[in-house]
C-alpha cells in the first residue's frame, strides 16, 4: 500500500496522477537539500514524506506509521550550523557534524532533544500537549 501514498499528505493515490486530488501534492517533487528524501523510511516502519517545517535546530516530516497505517509527522535533530547531509551516497541519509568544535555542541545538543521527546512522551495523556509516540537514533542523529 504504501507504494501507492501521496509524499504530500500520506492518503492513498492513483499511479498515474500527476498531482495529489487530496493536497495538490506534485509527485516526484523533491524535498528541501537538507531534509531526507520522501519515501525514505526509518527503523523500517516511518515512511518520510515531504518537509512540513525547517527551523534552526530541526526538520519536521509528514510521515506514514506502516505498523499502525496511520499519518505521523516525523521531527529529526538537524541543526542547521552544526551538521550537513552526506549526500555522496546518494541516499541522502546520514549526517556529518561539521569540523571544529561543533561535534561537542553537537553531541550535547542530540541529548537534549532525546530527553525532551522523552519527557513529551510522559504526558501523552494531556491535552494541548504534542504526543509523542516513538523516539530514536539512526542516521547519526535522532
Not at 492513483?14 to 526509518?42: Q, V
Not at 516502519?45 to 530541526?58: A, D, H, M
Not at 549526500?87 to 525532551?116: D, H, I, P
Amino acid at each position: 500500500m504504501t507504494e501507492k501514498l501521496c509524499m504530500g499528505c500520506m492518503r492513498e493515490r492513483y499511479e498515474n496522477e500527476a498531482f495529489c486530488g487530496y493536497c495538490g501534492y506534485k509527485h516526484g517533487d523533491e524535498n528541501s537539500p537538507r531534509g531526507l528524501c520522501a519515501g525514505t523510511l526509518l527503523r523500517e516502519r516511518y515512511l518520510i514524506g515531504k518537509v512540513l517545517g525547517e527551523g534552526g535546530f530541526g526538520i519536521t516530516y509528514i510521515g506514514f506509521d506502516q505498523t499502525l497505517q496511520k499519518r505521523v509527522a516525523v521531527k529529526e535533530y538537524f541543526p542547521s550550523e552544526l551538521v550537513t547531509r552526506d549526500t555522496s551516497t546518494g541516499a541522502k541519509t546520514e549526517l556529518s557534524v561539521l569540523t571544529g568544535g561543533s561535534a561537542e555542541q553537537y553531541k550535547k545538543g542530540l541529548e537534549r532533544f532525546v530527553k525532551e521527546a522523552e519527557n513529551l512522551a510522559r504526558f501523552n495523556s494531556l491535552s494541548g500537549i504534542v504526543s509523542v509516540k516513538d523516539f530514536f537514533y539512526e542516521n547519526n542523529t535522532a
